[in-house]
Nanobody, 121 residues
Framework: QVRLVESGGGLVQAGSSLRLSCAASERTFNSYAVGWFRQAPGKERGFVAAVNWSGRDTWYADSVKGRFTISRDNAVYLQMNNLKPEDTAVYYC?????????????????WGQGTQVTVSS
């Protein structure tokens, strides 16, 4: 069982930046595809960004393109710039044993507990 731990969330003002991190307890994490999802109160969990095992391929939701960047080394990061109040949500990291890029939550095998991001206007 792979345990994922997110960090880096917080309360910021609109226009600010945050960097989320996702770390795992297993070395095999480096061979997994990883995605970030978010869930706001009363809404379904939605796709934010994903990266394949090598870090070469990435994909973003339209709502975050140009503002968020996903990257990886031994951990996976989500750099979030120009944050907006509508970005407020709990952000979850997810990992898939198959290393290819994926955007649907059912394609992931492991999930973290989430980290809260709150953007004030």
């Amino acid at each position: 069982q792979v345990r994922l731990v997110e960090s880096g969330g917080g309360l910021v003002q609109a226009g600010s930046s945050l960097r989320l991190s996702c770390a795992a307890s297993e070395r095999t994490f480096n061979s997994y595809a990883v995605g970030w999802f978010r869930q706001a109160p009363g809404k379904e969990r939605g796709f934010v960004a994903a990266v394949n095992w090598s870090g070469r391929d990435t994909w973003y939701a339209d709502s975050v393109k140009g503002r968020f960047t996903i990257s990886r080394d031994n951990a996976v990061y989500l750099q979030m710039n120009n944050l907006k109040p509508e970005d407020t949500a709990v952000y979850y990291c997810a990992a898939a044993r198959l290393g290819s890029l994926r955007i649907r939550p059912e394609g992931y095998d492991y999930w973290g507990q989430g980290t809260q991001v709150t953007v004030s206007s």
